[in-house]
C-alpha cells in the first residue's frame, strides 16, 4: 500500500521557491537550495567586509593558510570576492610550520594544492627557523601542559613575520563566529577585561602593542556554515586535529558553546552582540571619589566622551562605590544619566551597561607599542613574549648551548632573535645549524603555477628541508587559545 502514496514533495528553497532544499542553515534554520546557500553566505562574509572596512583598495594581504577547514574557504571566498566585487586586493597565502609532525606536514600537503587551485603565491615560515625550535622539540622538552601558549605566542610573531617579509599591509584570519564566541567565555571566566574588549574586533592590531592590523572576514559565519560550503564546494582542506590538541584548555569553552548553539541556534551571535555592546570602564579600587576615567570598549586610550556608551567619572565612581573587593570582575551595569555634561549630549538618555573594576586605568589602555630589546620585534614590554619564553627554553637546553642566533633575513634586519654578535658567530655549532633563519627569503615566496624562485644561497637545503617537515594552525580553533587571539 505504501508503495501507491505519493512521495512528499521536495521541499522547496525558501529564497528562490524553485530548487530543492538541499540543508537548513544553521544560522537560523532557513531551507536553502545549493546555490542560494552559497550566495547568501558569500554575501554575509562581504558585508562583513564591506560594513567593517576590513580592506582598502590595493592592500596586500596575507591569508592565513593552515589548510584547515576555515583557512581554505578563507582562501576560496576572499579570492572569489575580490574578482567579484573588484576589492583590488593583492592576495597571497601565508602558512606557518610550527614542526608538529603527523599533523602539519600533512596539512602543508593541502596548503600548497591550495596555492595552486586559488592561483595566489605561498609563503611558509617554521619556527625551527625563526626561533630554533620545533613544537615537537619543545613538547619533548615541557611537555603538553603549557605547549600550547608557546605555540600560541610564537605562531602570533611568526605571522606578523612572514607577512612582513613578504610586505603585506594585513593578515586576514580565518576566526569564525564559534571561535569568537568561546574567545568571549574564556575572557570572561578568565576576567581578562583588555582582551575582551578586543577580541570581538573584526580588525585588531598585533598583540604587543602593534604588528600588522588583523581581519576576521569570517567574524559572523558560522562554523557549521563553513564545513557546508567546504563539503558542498569540495573544497580540499586538511581535518585531522593537531596532536597535541587534547591537552588545549580551549575544549570546555568550546563544548560548552555547541551545547548553547544546539539549544538556540542564535547563541553564537548573541554572545559575540553582547560583548560588542559591553562599555569597559576602569576605576580606581579605593576610594570610590578617585575613579578614573573611562575608556570605550575599543580600548583605546582617549575615547572618553566620544561614543554613546562612554561612561562619566560619575558613573566609575558609583560603579567604583557598588563594586566590592570579591565581586570585582563581575559585571555591573549603570545607566549614562547624569553623564551628559561629562561625554556629551549622544550619551545622555542612553542606557549602556558598563564593566567595573576596581583598578587603574593602565588595565584598558591600549599597550604603547615599543621594540624589544632583544628581537626588535614589537612589544608592549622591554622584552617581547616570544623572547621571554625562548630564553626559558634555551635555558633548559642539554648542554647549555647559547641561544639560537639566526642570520638576519634580506630586507627584515632586526625582526629576528638574533641576540648579540659573538652568539650569532657560534649559530653554525647550535641548534640553529639545521634551519637558518636565511631560509626563509622571499626568494621563497611562489609563484601562481606553484614555481618557487629558489635562489641557490646558503641555507637552501634548510629550506627544502625545513619547509618538508612542519606544520601551522593558524586557525584551528585550539591554535587561537593561549595567546593565539587577543
Ligand atoms: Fe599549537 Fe594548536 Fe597544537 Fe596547541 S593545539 S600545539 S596551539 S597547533
Ligand atoms: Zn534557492
Known amino acids: 500500500r505504501l508503495g501507491h502514496m505519493p512521495a512528499p514533495a521536495p521541499r522547496l528553497c525558501s529564497r528562490c521557491t524553485t530548487a530543492r532544499a538541499v540543508l537548513k542553515r544553521p544560522k537560523n534554520h532557513d531551507q536553502l537550495c545549493r546555490e542560494c546557500f552559497y550566495t547568501v553566505l558569500e554575501d554575509e562574509v562581504h558585508q562583513t567586509i564591506i560594513s567593517q572596512n576590513l580592506f582598502k583598495r590595493g592592500e596586500r594581504v596575507a591569508l592565513a593558510a593552515s589548510g584547515g577547514k576555515d583557512s581554505t574557504v578563507l582562501a576560496h571566498i576572499v579570492t572569489t570576492l575580490n574578482k567579484r566585487y573588484d576589492y583590488g586586493l593583492d592576495l597571497f597565502l601565508l602558512s606557518i610550520d610550527e614542526g608538529i609532525a603527523g599533523y602539519r606536514d600533512d596539512s602543508l600537503d593541502t596548503v600548497r594544492r591550495n596555492e595552486q587551485t586559488y592561483g595566489i603565491p605561498l609563503l611558509v615560515v617554521s619556527y625551527k627557523q625563526l626561533y630554533g625550535w620545533t613544537m615537537d622539540d619543545i613538547v619533548a622538552q615541557i611537555g603538553t601542559k603549557n605547549n600550547c601558549t608557546f605555540c600560541g605566542v610564537f605562531r602570533r610573531q611568526a605571522l606578523d613575520r612572514g607577512a612582513v617579509l613578504s610586505r603585506a599591509d594585513k593578515i586576514a584570519t580565518g576566526h569564525n563566529a564559534d571561535d569568537v564566541a568561546e574567545t568571549v567565555l574564556l575572557n570572561i571566566l578568565r576576567g581578562d577585561v583588555p582582551r ?41 582542506y586538511f581535518s585531522t586535529e593537531c596532536v597535541y590538541a587534547p591537552f588545549a584548555a580551549r575544549g570546555f569553552a568550546r563544548d560548552f558553546v555547541k551545547d548553547l548553539e544546539a539549544a538556540r541556534p542564535s547563541a553564537i551571535l548573541d554572545l559575540i552582540r553582547s560583548a560588542e555592546n559591553f562599555r569597559f570602564a576602569t576605576v580606581e579600587a579605593a576610594p570610590a571619589a578617585s575613579a578614573s576615567t573611562s575608556s570605550a570598549a575599543s580600548g583605546k586610550a582617549g575615547s572618553k566622551g566620544k561614543g554613546k556608551g562612554a561612561a562619566s567619572k560619575q558613573q566609575a565612581a558609583a560603579m567604583a562605590a557598588g563594586a566590592s573587593a570579591t565581586d570585582a570582575h563581575a559585571p555591573a551595569s549603570a545607566d549614562a544619566e547624569g553623564n551628559a555634561g561629562d561625554a556629551g549630549a549622544g550619551a545622555a538618555g542612553s542606557r549602556q551597561p558598563v564593566i567595573a573594576l576596581p583598578t587603574t586605568s593602565t588595565l584598558v589602555r591600549a599597550p604603547v607599542p615599543r621594540q624589544c630589546e632583544r628581537c626588535g620585534y614589537l612589544a608592549s614590554q622591554p622584552i617581547c613574549k616570544a623572547c621571554v619564553l625562548l630564553e626559558g627554553l634555551n635555558k633548559g637546553r642539554p648542554g647549555g648551548l647559547s641561544p639560537w642566533t639566526p642570520e638576519p633575513m634580506p630586507g627584515l634586519d632586526g625582526f629576528y632573535h638574533t641576540g648579540s654578535k659573538a652568539a650569532a658567530g657560534a649559530a653554525g655549532t647550535g641548534p640553529a645549524a639545521t634551519g637558518s633563519a636565511a631560509s626563509v627569503s622571499s626568494s621563497t615566496v611562489q609563484d601562481g603555477a606553484g614555481n618557487t624562485a629558489a635562489a641557490a644561497q646558503p641555507g637552501t637545503a634548510a629550506r627544502s628541508r625545513s619547509w618538508e617537515d612542519g606544520g601551522s594552525s593558524v586557525d584551528s580553533g585550539a591554535s587561537t587559545q593561549a595567546g593565539g587571539q587577543a
Open 196 to 236: 575582551l574588549s578586543r577580541c570581538v574586533s573584526a580588525i585588531t592590531g598585533g598583540e604587543e602593542g602593534g604588528g600588522l592590523p588583523r581581519v576576521k572576514p569570517f567574524k559572523y559565519t558560522y562554523e557549521k556554515e563553513i564545513v557546508m560550503y567546504a563539503y558542498f564546494k569540495r573544497l580540499d
